[in-house]
């Protein structure tokens, strides 16, 4: 660790310095229009796992349907699906919808504490909502913010461990604390967004750059550490595809380990320790590589069985692994 963590840095002085780039430097996102903390809370569902620039449209089709959360409320599961589809990760679709009826119902709350409450509020989407929309004195940690802080810090932390993220949320937390958390925190992400990224870095533009532990100690390729990924398992998957009238068998996902308690086909799978020589059809969803063997039949002997017309099948699940199924057969 960097004997200038250790000092007492002068955090203010940090803070003065980003909130001064950030008002010259923020895009201009639709979402950045006002403090309505619908608008704050969507955009930040959908900016998880996706980019900005594919976002915007899918947010701003988004509040056309949905323009208010007592609309999305409102709405059927299957429409909010539909609208999502494209973005991927459909569980936060489903927890965006949970959590509008509570809100639709009781109003938002304006700390982060009361929003992690709700279905699908982890960590930093509660600090988000509260301090973009409602002022509160925290801060945010997102790969962003976890970039630019151990590079400005020179922090060689293992930050998928709880106790270095506890460390570097502090220090987003104590950067926070200093007059606008909004300012702070949209500061830290831009910045990590736009000029601090994870491979060209534009250190000259930066308001930091002068005091970078990392740019100093020539760490910045360096930093922050990169964590372990995750092994990919080899999954068969052997689902029965009964289809009958137009319509095909689904039940509730209670027995593969992706797209859990969505609408799938009846069948069995096992993880294998190699892939299988054939198959039908290959998917990928996180770290299960899914290896299909497609079992075709009219009949299905599955327990709670849900017909859907095919019609439909895209309000039921909005996942490309269904069609890309259907595909394959005859």
Request: charged share 25%.
């Amino acid at each position: 660790m960097s004997s200038k963590y250790d000092q007492k840095l002068d955090y203010q002085r940090d803070q003065k310095d980003l909130i001064q780039w950030y008002k010259k430097n923020r895009r201009a996102l639709p979402w950045r229009a006002n403090k309505d903390p619908y608008r704050i809370w969507l955009s930040e569902v959908m900016l998880q796992q996706t980019t900005v620039v594919a976002v915007i449209p899918y947010f701003e089709k988004f509040l056309e349907k949905f323009p208010t959360v007592q609309d999305l409320a409102q709405a059927p599961e299957h429409e909010v699906l539909e609208a999502w589809a494209g973005l991927g990760y459909y569980s936060r679709a489903r927890n965006l919808h949970k959590a509008a009826k509570a809100l639709a119902e009781g109003g938002f709350p304006k700390t982060a504490a009361e929003l992690l409450e709700l279905p699908g509020f982890g960590p930093y989407t509660s600090r988000a909502v509260a301090s973009i929309a409602f002022g509160e004195k925290v801060g945010v940690l997102d790969g962003n913010v976890i970039r630019v802080l151990s590079r400005r810090y020179g922090l060689k932390l293992e930050w998928w461990n709880g106790k270095a993220r506890n460390q570097l949320q502090d220090i987003s937390d104590i950067l926070s604390s200093f007059g606008s958390s909004d300012s702070v925190n949209q500061g830290l992400m831009e910045l990590g967004a736009t000029v601090c990224t994870p491979q060209k870095v534009m250190c000259m533009l930066c308001p930091w750059n002068a005091d970078c532990v990392a740019r100093e100690k020539n760490l910045v390729e360096k930093l922050p550490l990169k964590k372990p990924r995750k092994e990919s398992e080899v999954w068969v998957w052997k689902p029965v595809v009964a289809i009958k009238d137009k319509k095909v068998a689904l039940i509730a996902n209670d027995y593969a380990p992706f797209l859990k308690g969505q609408m799938i086909f009846p069948g069995t799978i096992a993880m294998e320790d190699k892939k299988p020589k054939e198959f039908d059809v290959k998917h990928n969803i996180t770290h299960h590589d899914i290896f299909i063997q497609i079992a075709s039949k009219k009949a299905v002997t599955a327990k709670n069985v849900q017909w859907v017309e095919l019609k439909n099948l895209k309000k039921v699940n909005p996942s490309s692994l269904l069609t890309k199924v259907l595909s394959k057969i005859d």
